[in-house]
């Protein structure tokens, strides 16, 4: 059984930082790419940042400089921080592992970035 947990979520004032996690079981977690998406109310989701097995990382751009994607494949845990939110961040955020035909999901984390 394949599980992917995020947490880290809440509420955040603009400017400030948060960290998600997610915590993965049930995959070989090295050999899968790992993202984080996140989608806005009324908006699709979209790739944020995602990570290789070897560490290879790409963002996209609204992230680039503000967000740092990372993994520790021993405990099998992907990370993103999260820094100079703003209020367009606002989303659900959500983890995922990929490879090959294989494409796994959390259940999704809530970021909300307000005064």
């Known amino acids: 059984q394949v599980q992917l947990v995020e947490s880290g979520g809440g509420l955040v004032q603009p400017g400030g930082s948060l960290r998600l996690s997610c915590v993965a079981s049930?995959?070989?977690?090295?050999?899968?790419?790992m993202g984080w998406y996140r989608q806005a109310p009324g908006k699709q989701r979209e790739l944020v940042a995602a990570i290789t097995g070897g560490g290879t990382t790409t963002y996209t751009d609204s992230v680039k400089g503000r967000f740092t994607i990372s993994r520790d494949n021993a405990k099998k845990l992907v990370y993103l921080q999260m820094n100079s939110l703003k209020p367009e961040d606002t989303a659900v955020y959500y983890c995922?592992?990929?490879?090959?035909?294989?494409?796994?999901w959390g259940q999704g984390t809530q970021v909300t970035v307000s005064s």
């Open positions: 049930g995959i070989v977690f090295r050999t899968y790419a």
């Open positions: 995922n592992a990929a490879r090959g035909e294989f494409n796994y």
